[in-house]
């Protein structure tokens, strides 16, 4: 029986003095929807900490367009730090919303953020801290329907197993969609498994249960996933993609938060989707076509949410903002509107070859922080096999420019183990930084009081599905360990500072990332052996994954590190973002042959297939060139 709706805060009040940060348990922010009436009742649930998901735009485009429908409300949802979720359960105090403190074991629908691959035994953690049960099949008639969406949703089949249905692509559409329907069809008093198969007949959608795991010669040992006998489900689930970024709400982040988040700033999303096609990238391919939201509006939003929410940044959000045919105009207006408020307006990070002049001087406005770019490869043969599409040329303009327009400090990120990779290419990644270093004191000049730095980080390749890099397998951890050694010993100067990832967090995200619906197994064993919070690096133990491997009986060092033939049949298959596999195929061709490929939003198509699959084109609202 399903929890009743009810506040049980009084009963979570008592703990606040016990906890760190109690304020992430405080409801009532400047902004949130108070009304929560419905009848029909949603959470959303980021699962992570309140100052990390809270920022999360996506959450807030699922907050907004739910509430705005007639009888629904949509409560937030966040997972306690792990001294306040073992209080809870010492004092059998269930996960609870923001909003209402209820239940969320009470709430119709329940929707978890795939934020990332590190994040799925947070998912455990959350549901059993909840009181619902972790698999969908063990779910009663009057369990809530749990719902996935989100940006790691493209090899699902290892969380799966957690999940009724995961909406694949664009959510504002879709999930108002699929929340109709539930409270439609429970209201005529259908049954959990008639829902189900409606809900596998919306656009976008995929529900587990109506699959098997097929296993044969043509596929990996974890199989594939085919509709079921009868349960006319379709054999590929393509996303949803919203043709007309203009017509969503260009400012859905509406709540002031009380306590420091980690983006703790306006967000303003300026473009949807990324046609740069670089092969290691998955949010490259998965968020096609490339979809501009027009000027004016991004200009109008971010001057109303200043106003509203008093926040001194806004940045101006999407996976390569310099890359919007008005960027430049944009940042030109908002400086000149908003420099004598003190107000800094910010892009996460700069594309290289789109850093020119102008640029330069319009990022940051009046206040110079630092700035961000990602060559990713030490060499240009290897950013050619990952279509980079950077040259040395534009590394060393950009820094000019920024150093010549007030900029002191520089961030640089590359990758190590990418296909293809030697050791001249790890010994080239710290000569890059030695040269923009010595373009800094060329320009500033040097000494400490020029206050000239370059800062390196390097993360670890982990092949991601549905890129042209899905076949290849990652390095053995002595290999990582060695390169990394080499990078630390090619760099000999103390303004350059140089951080990596930990090789260890990497595999383990390899091996989510390319394992099937079987790795179930392995997550929910790594949660029973205490893992959750592992995307924090003091929370994370390799250890404990390394038992609960062995307990399975999975070797996480041959997953990762196996290569894939390109004809093979993959888990993740029946989901598609549109892109066909022919394109991929014939990208990781290319890769080999150091060839690299334009961006059809400056050239002509390349033929990857998700407009016409999808019916969608891309839209822009200026003029894209090749820079």
């Known amino acids: 029986m399903r929890l009743p709706r009810q506040d049980w805060y009084p009963r979570l009040e008592p703990l606040l003095g016990r906890v760190e940060k109690p304020s992430r348990y405080l409801d009532h922010e400047w902004g949130a929807v108070e009304s929560q009436d419905g009848p029909f009742h949603a959470c959303m649930i980021y699962p992570d900490v309140y100052d990390v998901g809270q920022p999360n735009l996506g959450i807030a485009i699922l907050y907004q367009a739910i509430n705005r429908q007639e009888g629904m409300s949509c409560e937030r949802g966040f997972l306690p730090w792990v001294d306040m979720a073992d209080l809870m359960r010492e004092e059998g105090i269930p996960l609870l919303s923001l ?51 989100g940006p790691s949703v493209w090899n699902s089949e290892p969380v799966s197993p957690m999940f009724d249905a995961i909406l694949l692509g664009d959510g504002e559409e879709g999930l108002v969609e699929m929340c109709s329907l539930v409270r439609d069809l429970r209201g005529r008093g259908a049954s959990r498994s008639e829902i189900l198969a409606a809900l596998a007949r919306l656009d976008g959608v995929y529900v587990p249960s109506l699959y098997q795991v097929e296993v044969g010669p043509t596929t990996t040992r974890w199989g594939k996933a085919v509709p ?52 290691f990238c998955q949010a490259g391919i998965t968020y096609r076509p490339v979809r501009e939201r027009p000027a004016e509006q991004v200009v109008r939003a971010a001057e109303e949410g200043l106003a509203r929410m008093g926040y001194d940044e806004v940045s101006l959000t999407s996976l390569s903002t ?69 040259t040395e040329d534009d590394i060393e303009a950009a820094a000019r420019n ?9 961030k640089l990120y590359f990758m190590i183990g990418l296909p293809t990779e030697t050791d001249e290419d790890i010994v080239a990644i710290p000569e890059v930084a030695q040269r923009v270093l010595d373009i800094g004191r060329e320009v500033v000049g040097r000494g400490r009081k020029s206050g000239v730095s370059v800062s390196i980080s390097v ?95 999975i070797d996480m060092v041959d997953v990762a590190s196996a290569p894939l033939s390109l004809d093979v049949e993959l888990p993740w298959e029946h989901t598609s973002p549109g892109v066909s596999k022919g394109f991929l195929q014939r990208e990781w061709r290319r890769a080999a042959q150091g060839v690299t490929t334009p961006d059809c939003t400056m050239t002509s198509c390349t033929g990857c297939g998700v407009c016409p699959t999808l019916g969608v084109d891309n839209v822009i609202w200026g003029d894209r060139h090749a820079r």
């Open 228 to 279: 079921k006998p009868g349960s006319g489900a379709p054999r590929v689930v393509r996303k949803r993609c919203i043709p007309d970024l203009s017509a969503t709400d260009p400012l859905p982040q509406k709540i002031v938060p009380y306590v420091g988040l980690v983006q703790d700033r306006l967000a303003v999303e300026v473009l949807r989707g990324c046609a740069r096609g670089c092969r």
């Open 402 to 410: 920024a150093f010549e327009r007030g900029w002191r400090r520089m």
């Open 99 to 149: 909003e209402t403190s209820s239940p969320v074991a009470s709430f119709d629908v329940v929707g978890f953020t795939l934020a990332h691959e590190m994040a799925c035994t947070n998912i455990v953690e959350a549901l059993d801290l909840a009181g619902i049960p972790l698999r969908a099949e063990e779910r009663s008639e009057d369990d809530p329907v749990v719902f996935a969406g």
């Open 322 to 390: 310099t890359d919007h045919s008005q960027c430049a105009g944009m940042l030109h207006r908002l400086n000149a509107d908003l420099s004598l408020q003190g107000v800094r307006v910010s892009i996460p990070s700069q594309r290289l070859d789109s850093f020119g002049v102008q640029m330069a001087q319009e990022v940051g406005g009046s206040k110079k922080g630092g700035l961000t770019f990602a060559p990713e490869a030490g060499t240009q043969r290897l950013r050619d096999v990952i279509n980079k599409n950077v």
């Open 459 to 553: 993360a670890v390749f982990v092949p991601k599905a549905h890129t042209p890099f899905q076949w290849a397998p990652q390095l053995e951890l002595s290999e990582v360990r060695r390169r990394q050694a080499l990078l630390l010993s090619s760099t000999h100067d103390r303004d350059i500072r140089v951080s990596y990832h930990d090789a260890e967090v990497s595999l383990v995200e390899a091996v989510l990332s390319k394992v099937g619906r079987g790795g179930f197994d392995l997550i929910l064993e790594a949660w029973r052996h205490g893992c959750r919070f592992d995307a924090w690096t003091d929370q994370f133990d390799f250890s404990r994954w390394e038992e609960a491997a062995r307990a399975v009986g």
